[in-house]
């Protein structure tokens, strides 16, 4: 038993090693042509069931909106982002057992390839289907923090990396990634250094700006990472949408980190009736106290917020 796991250790290592070396070599991002004709004109009408529940106006229909879509994948993460310009990245992908529901709602969605997959850490609640989405879609980079975890949902996403030719571009502070949509800047805040085998404060943290919006999806990074990213002086100081860290548990989403951030809407992407508990009561006072208006993927099923750069309009599922 113990000779087997070593097997694998040793095959994740050699294989993870390959792939993250690889790619600071390959920067590829040519062949964008295919993308433009691709969802840029789907909308959020295109989410069958939804209701209009928060907006701060009407949405220009002269500006181009970028939507990010929470998606309902239970106690995970998953979340998709859309430029009209034609971008499609994936944050994250759900826990094991969700692939179908994941396939199903990017299907919906009108989602054909994906330019940008990232993987915000390998735990198995964010990285589980990131496998199977890299083996049914086109997709162009892989992004993911330079730490591994020695299990089969991370090697069977560096199986599926490798097979499909791809490589993975490392996921750290100040790595911006590149859109087609040139009024949208999506860059990595964290991590910010090391984290030994800490996942959750190794997790990507990625803050999207477009006009006078500011988005930022925090993984599961925690105190620690929260700590860091606040001394890097990185971040915004004014955060519209915030993705809520580790599913609003206890060990993040710092009082000091919220007070810097000023979140005005916060996102908890979390299972009903999850055996962590979670959001624990404790964080949610934390984000009354800054005045954060709450949503819930348990609650409110998808949750997909638009932007054009000025206004901010929410379509939830229920
Ligand atoms: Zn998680």
């Not at 809407?265 to 009561?281: K, W």
């Amino acid at each position: 038993m113990i000779h087997t796991i070593n097997k694998q250790f040793t095959r994740i290592l050699l294989l993870f090693t390959v792939l993250l070396s690889l790619s600071a070599c390959s920067v590829d991002l040519t062949d964008v042509t295919s993308v433009l004709e691709e969802v840029g004109s789907q909308s959020t009408e295109s989410i069958t069931s939804t209701t209009t529940t928060g907006s701060t106006g009407e949405l220009s229909t002269n500006k181009g909106i970028l939507e990010v879509h929470f998606i309902d994948i239970g106690q995970g993460d998953a979340i998709y982002i859309k430029t009209s310009a034609g971008d499609d990245i994936l944050v994250d992908s759900g826990d094991r057992g969700k692939d179908d529901v994941l396939f199903d709602y990017l299907s919906k969605i009108g989602v054909q390839e994906i330019d940008s997959v990232i993987s915000t850490h390998p735990d198995a609640d964010h990285l589980s289907n990131l496998s199977y989405v890299i083996q049914k879609f086109p997709v162009k980079n892989v992004y993911a923090p330079k730490v591994q975890h020695d299990t089969q949902v991370f090697e069977n996403f560096l199986l599926a990396v490798q097979e499909k030719g791809l490589t993975i571009q490392s996921a750290k502070a100040g790595v911006e990634i590149p859109l087609q949509d040139t009024n949208i800047k999506a860059k990595f805040l964290a991590p910010v250094k090391e984290y030994g085998k800490d996942l959750n404060n190794w997790s990507a943290v990625l803050s999207l700006e477009y006009g006078e919006t500011t988005y930022l999806l925090t993984g599961d990074a925690e105190f620690e990472a929260e700590e860091d990213m606040l001394a890097s002086g990185m971040l915004p100081n004014e955060v519209d949408v915030l993705k809520v860290s580790h599913h609003g548990s206890e060990g993040a989403s710092s009082r000091e980190f919220l007070q810097r951030i000023h979140a005005k809407y916060a996102i908890l992407s979390v299972g009903e009736d999850n055996r962590y508990d979670h959001p624990r009561q404790e964080t949610l006072d934390r984000l009354s106290e800054v005045g954060s208006v709450i949503y819930r993927t348990d609650k409110q099923g998808s949750i997909v917020v638009a932007t054009d750069g000025d206004n901010i309009q929410f379509q939830t599922e229920r």
